[in-house]
């Protein structure tokens, strides 16, 4: 069981928005920035949003974060294939003191 | 060209030891903080670790605490995870990965290693 909740799956077609939340606590997504992870398959994760809602350079601006209270959401617009990847929220826990992530929203372009 | 490399993965037994090793190149070692970060077979990611620059910020996953030592040498840019008393559930890729959130929380990753496998098994 994760400490951050996210939901197992999520899909789109093409173009669609599509958005993937991702559920704390006070100690974590509460009080710290939360940040998103893709991770296509077979490779390392990769960083699309961090504090919360920016974007790092070379992330296509169809990917925006935000955040309210204990809870967080990543959202794709305009949804291609190459968006199919399973993807992570992570945030820091001032109780556990130590990172903890979601467990993973799986992302399938139909 | 900015890059991280894992090697020392492998098969051991339950109870046995395991050293993890990760080089760092194409940017200054010496200013980031390090991260191990695991995924098991067909699961999500688990932070395991996290190591300041100076080492003076080191942070463990309650699941590894007491069992895994994460320590780095700057002199030689390379981070290591003493891995002891393995269990059965340590079977994962262990991800090395740069830092580059504040030194108290250390949760925001740019670069990632390409992943070093252990199986824990008899």
Redesign the interface.
Known sequence: QSVLTQPPSASGTPGQRVTISCSGSSSNIGSNNVYWYQQLPGTAPKLVIYTNNQRPSGVPDRFSGSKSGTSASLAISGLRSEDEADYYCAAWDDSLSGGVFGGGTKLTVL | EVQLVESGGGLVKPGGSLRLSCVASGFTFTSYSM?W?RQAPGK????VS?ISSSSSYI????SVRGRFTISRDNAKNSLFLQMNSLRVEDTAVY?CARV??TV???????I????TMVTVSS
């Open positions: 991260n970060v999500g990611l688990e932070w996290s942070f463990y996953a309650d991800y580059t959130s108290e929380t250390p949760v925001e990753v740019d990632w290693g390409q992943g």
